[in-house]
T-cell receptor
Framework: GDSVTQMEGPVTLSEEAFLTINCTYT??????LFWYVQYPGEGLQLLLK?????DKGSNKGFEATYRKETTSFHLEKGSVQVSDSAVYFC???????????FGQGTRLTINP | DTAVSQTPKYLVTQMGNDKSIKCEQN?????MYWYKQDSKKFLKIMFS???????INETVPNRFSPKSPDKAHLNLHINSLELGDSAVYFC?????????????FGSGTRLTVV
């Protein structure tokens, strides 16, 4: 079935470090891919998305490129801030399907 | 102005009780969802409604019953609550199947069964 696998957390970095959170997927069709972020005590917010191969989603300094050949959608940011501390979820949605499928989430902590 | 609002935000109740969680969206979306997030943060879909019609029911115990009086509302009623029902429940909505714009989530309802 369709699934998403994210790198194991927790991830701890210092402020201004480079961030990569790996995400790979298995899908029977051609999915749209998403990154959601969950700040402590809050709901999920859409961070960025890509709907077809080679698309790059970007928002708030975060980027992710839809790589069909490696079935990946890794999240990157060049210089993280303390305020980026949150849980990040990679997700996919198959065309014609009815549900967003999430990875297990990666907790990110940024130290000053 | 809240796009997807859930009430209550916190719910503490005893085993065996019946409780409801309400969800409303003002985005004009035609599809609504309930997701359950367990203690390890894993998110799993429970139900999906499109224009008041149930389209997904993911192997959820019969004690859970969603109700959609109109396309802006999707409520979740839980009978005979069990300890294992303790989780955060998220309501979400999307326009169509959400392929291009994703889902909009509420802030969650933390249910604690004691």
């Amino acid at each position: 079935g369709d699934s998403v696998t994210q790198m194991e957390g927790p991830v701890t970095l210092s402020e201004e470090a480079f961030l990569t959170i790996n995400c790979t997927y298995t899908a029977t069709g051609y999915p749209s891919l998403f990154w959601y972020v969950q700040y402590p005590g809050e709901g999920l917010q859409l961070l960025l998305k890509a709907t077809k191969a080679d698309d790059k989603g970007s928002n708030k300094g975060f980027e992710a490129t839809y790589r069909k050949e490696t079935t990946s959608f890794h999240l990157e940011k060049g210089s993280v801030q303390v305020s980026d501390s949150a849980v990040y979820f990679c997700a996919l949605l198959i065309q014609g399907a009815q549900k967003l499928v999430f990875g297990q989430g990666t907790r990110l902590t940024i130290n000053p | 102005d809240t796009a997807v609002s859930q009430t209550p935000k916190y719910l503490v109740t005893q085993m065996g009780n019946d409780k409801s969680i309400k969800c409303e969206q003002n985005l004009g979306h035609d599809t609504m969802y309930w997701y359950k997030q367990d203690s390890k943060k894993f998110l799993k879909i429970m139900f999906s409604y499109n224009n008041k019609e149930l389209i997904i029911n993911e192997t959820v115990p019969n004690r859970f019953s969603p109700k959609s009086p109109d396309k802006a509302h999707l409520n979740l009623h839980i009978n005979s609550l069990e300890l294992g029902d303790s989780a955060v429940y998220f309501c979400a909505s999307s326009q169509g199947r959400g392929r291009n714009y994703g889902y909009t989530f509420g802030s969650g309802t933390r249910l604690t069964v004691v």
